[in-house]
Every structure is written in C-alpha cells, then in structure tokens.
C-alpha cells in the first residue's frame, strides 16, 4: 500500500493534537506561516486593572495621604490630572505606618515615643496583612511591591482563655471533637429522622467520625489532632488528655478559633516585604514626591462654582476639583461651606480605637522554644492577640506585635504612659510565654491610634449604612469624599482603594462631560 504524502497542512494539525495550540503556532512560526514573535507582547485583562479612559486637564487638590488620598493621586495622575496632595502629618501614608529605628511617633496629649528598633527590624503600626482577593495585591503587583505570606492562623500558636493555655490545634480538635459527638449521638438516636433521610444519616455520620475524630461509639477522647506532650520520634508520641466538654464551653474556646472562618481572615494572607508601608513609598513614587505636601493642615474648604479654595496653615491652593480623604470625624471639624448636611453626616460615623505595641528581642525563643513561625495567639486578656512576625525565620533579632487591642482595651492602654503600657503588656503576655516573655527586650513602641494627630481613631464604625453613608458617596458640590469608611471594607486598605477609584471615576466623568 502506497504512503499517503503528509502536507504542512496534516502536520500542523497533528502537532496541535498532541501539543496544543501553543506548539502549533509556533511550529507555524518554524515553517514561516506566522510571526515567531508577536508585534506586541499581549497582557491579559487582569480584575484589579483599572483606567479612566479619556484624557483630563484639571487641576484636583487631594486633602490626605493615607492610601485613599495615594490612590486618587496615583490614578488621576495616569488620566492627566494635574495633582496636589495635602497631608497635615510629617509623612505620607496615614494609618498604613511602618516604624524603624530612629523614626519618631507623636501622640495627642502625651510624649512623643522615639523608635529603637536594630538594623532591619521593623513594626507594622497600622495594616499588617492582605486577603488575596483585595485589591490591595493588584497594586502591590502594579507597582513592583514584593509580598510574601503572612501567617494568619498557625495551629502551633496558642489560645488563653479562663486562665488556661492551650496550642490553637488542641482547641480547635477539641471543640470540633465535642461537637462532633453531640451531633453524631443525636443523630444516631433519631433525633433528627424528620430532617434528614436514612441514607442522608449514615452519610451524616460518616462525616461526624471524621470531623471530629470520634471512637466507634461515637465518643470523643481526644487523638493526635491535638498535637503531643511529647512528639513521636523513634518511639510513639505522648498524647495529652483533651478537656472536658464543661471546660471547653466554659472557657468560650470558640470565640477565639473560629475566627479564621470570615472571608476576609482566610488563608493565605499576604504582607509586602520588608514592611506595608511599602505600598506608601511605592505610591508616591509614582505620584511624584514633590505634589506631596507634608506637614500641611487644613483650615477651610470652600467649594465654589468654578472650582474649590483649599486653605491650609501655610498658605492656599484653587483647583478645578477635591477629593477629600481625611477621616470624616477629623473632616467634619474643618470650617467649609458643605452644608449642614454634609457636616451631620460627616459626625454620624464614630471613631474606632484601636491600639498595639512592637516589642523586639534579642532572640527569636518563640521559635527556638514554643515552636511557632508566625501566626497569632488569641486571648481574652485585655491585650487581646499576640502577633508573631512572619518573616525572618531563624535570624538573631525579632519583633513580636504584643497587644493588638481595641475599643474600651485600646482605650484602657491608650490612657496609660508608654512604659506603663510595656510593663503591662509583659505581665499579661507572661501568663501565656512564662517568664521568658519579659526578658531580652531590647526596644518597643506602642501606638494608641484614637491618639494620634489628624487622625484621632484606627477606623470607624457606622450605626447603620444609612442615608449618611449614601449622600457622602456623592460629591457635595466641587467635593469628593474616599476613604475606607465609605465602603464595606472599613478599616482595610482595600477598602480606601475601592472608595478612591469610585470617586475619581465620578470625577473624571464629569469633568470630561463639562471640558
């Protein structure tokens, strides 16, 4: 039988069966029948892309630069805008703070604390972490910041509730353990025949067994989950006993590990190398340093028919437009010719405090002792979390975030003097680590954020998404309003991101309508 002659045609076609399109075109390349490279590299629409499309030629002045304030700039800068921004602070970022050694950190009524952290250690004051959802990562990869993983729930970390202390793994087996067998018991004996089918029962069961590691009677007596007294090497592990039911419902275990189930703490989680502020230095790179006015608080607003008069302490500025991303609390205080309106919705939001303290030590004996790589203890002391860094691994120095407080906490620590707040957090923290935890400190800072000018509260926290809410989405004559706290991402830079975009489209929208 003769061979049938095999065509260009037939060889393309049986290459792209067995290697794909990819190999097919670039065999085409090969045989001259396609370019072996594109005219263009080809960029695929990505979810946190984002243009206004159309050129602008107005002047915005942009009131703080916090990342609601960066992001505005940053985006109306790439429509054409030319921008100013005002940020009454010493530095750029607002509540995304990131202490060194050397850096200065002022509060309202009580002394300024100096930093004295070593070489390369440093203090997330403000946001320390990232959803991989958020928009917060499509900047981080606009702008070239590096990320790396946070470790946000670490079963090695430990949980302090009604004076005990367990590992997160131990409580988390336990309680789903017990739960686990209440269930499966009511189950077995019928107690749910009228929801669920025969077949959905067994199936239901089967589930239970394994969830929470229940016996053949259904009984739950604790297994490996919970992690050993003595770890299996050569010879078998040493099992700890688990709690008993009473104990672990009386000490409110659930609380306090449930809490990686919320969309916005699911693993993994995310923080920009060598520090969040990061994104900060990153934004005003690329909004250009010298239309960053630091040092420059705010007196007046006036919004007018052809544009907006901004007063601030060292002189004034007119621009076509504003957009206003000072946190509505520090902004309703601001003499302006909003309306009363404007001003009551402003007041409706209420500030939020929210405190923590950066402790450096001089070795790492969180790792070299209790084992844990990041992550964070939970309690229900009044310093309520441990955060133990997420980087780092196995070098000499670290810091660890020794309080992570907020409301009537926050407020608690916030009232007390710097040294004061150290000691306490050393006492409580004791109870967790032992006596090791209040040894080999080399330096703190702790940052009382309801204290701390020009920005007088860590977030806000609304009544109700009410009329309020709704009327400052939309600009009060000349005036746009951003920020986290006008999202339903409140206290996430996301948050101030989403808000930003928001206004500067309004914005841009309009002012490519009047031009």
Not at 5 to 25: K, P, S, V
Not at 158 to 184: I, K, M, N, Q, W
Not at 192 to 215: I, K, N, P
């Amino acid at each position: 039988m003769e061979r049938a002659a095999l065509t260009r045609r037939g060889l393309l076609i049986g290459i792209g069966a067995a290697g794909g399109a990819g190999a097919m075109y670039a065999a085409m390349g090969a045989l001259g029948l396609a370019p072996s490279e594109q005219d263009k590299a080809f960029t695929p629409p990505r979810q946190g892309d984002f243009t206004l499309s159309g050129r602008g030629t107005a002047k915005v002045v942009i009131l703080g630069a916090g990342v609601a304030g960066l992001t505005a700039a940053y985006e109306l800068g790439k429509a054409g805008y030319d921008c100013t921004v005002l940020e009454a602070r010493e530095k750029a970022g607002g509540r995304n703070l990131t202490l060194r050694g050397g850096d200065r950190l002022p509060e309202l009524n009580g002394p300024a604390q100096q930093a004295a952290f070593g070489e390369g250690q440093y203090f997330n004051a403000g946001p320390g972490r990232i959803a991989p959802w958020m928009l917060t990562l499509d900047y981080c990869r606009e702008l070239g910041v590096p990320v790396e993983v946070f470790v946000n729930h670490n079963a090695s970390a430990y949980v302090h509730t009604g004076g005990r202390t367990v590992r997160v793994r131990a409580a988390r087996a336990d309680l789903y353990g017990y739960v686990a067998e209440l269930l499966a018991k009511a189950t077995d004996r019928g107690a749910l025949d009228r929801t669920v089918s025969a077949q959905d029962r067994e199936r239901l069961l089967d589930f239970l067994r394994r969830f929470g590691d229940l016996g053949p009677k259904l009984d739950y007596v604790g297994s490996a989950r919970r992690g050993f007294a003595t770890n299996p090497g050569i010879a078998p592990g040493t099992l700890d006993a688990p709690l008993s039911l009473t104990d672990v419902l009386a000490a409110g275990t659930g609380r306090l590990v449930l809490n990686d189930f919320g969309h916005d703490m699911a693993t993994p989680m995310f923080q920009p190398v060598g520090g969040m502020d990061a994104i900060v230095v990153k934004l005003v790179e690329a909004v250009g340093a010298d239309r960053v006015r630091t040092g420059a608080k705010v007196t007046g607003i006036t919004t007018l028919a052809d544009g907006v008069e901004i007063v601030w302490d060292g002189g004034s500025i007119k621009a076509d437009y504003c957009v206003a991303t000072l946190p509505p609390h520090v902004m309703a205080k601001i003499p302006h010719n909003l309306g009363a309106e404007v001003t009551a919705a402003l007041r409706t939001p209420v500030p939020v405090a929210a405190g923590k303290i950066g402790l450096e030590y001089d070795r790492r004996w969180w790792e070299t002792e209790d084992r844990i790589y990041g992550g964070v203890t939970e309690t229900d002391l009044d310093i309520t979390h441990i955060w133990y860094p997420s980087h780092g691994y196995h070098s000499g120095r670290g810091v660890l975030v020794g309080y992570y407080n907020t409301e009537r906490d926050a407020e608690l620590y916030g009232a007390l003097s710097p040294e004061d707040r150290r000691r306490r957090a050393l006492t409580q923290g004791k109870k967790i680590h032992g006596e090791k935890y209040r040894q080999g400190v080399l330096a703190d800072v702790s940052i009382a954020w309801h204290r701390q000018p020009h920005i007088e509260g860590a977030w806000v926290r609304w009544p109700s998404f009410d009329s309020s809410f709704t009327l400052l989405q939309r600009p009060a004559g000349r005036v746009y309003f951003a920020g986290d706290w006008l999202t339903q991402l409140v206290a996430w830079q996301a948050g101030a991101m989403e808000s930003a975009r928001a206004a500067v489209t309004q914005l841009h929208q309009r002012a490519v309508r009047s031009g």
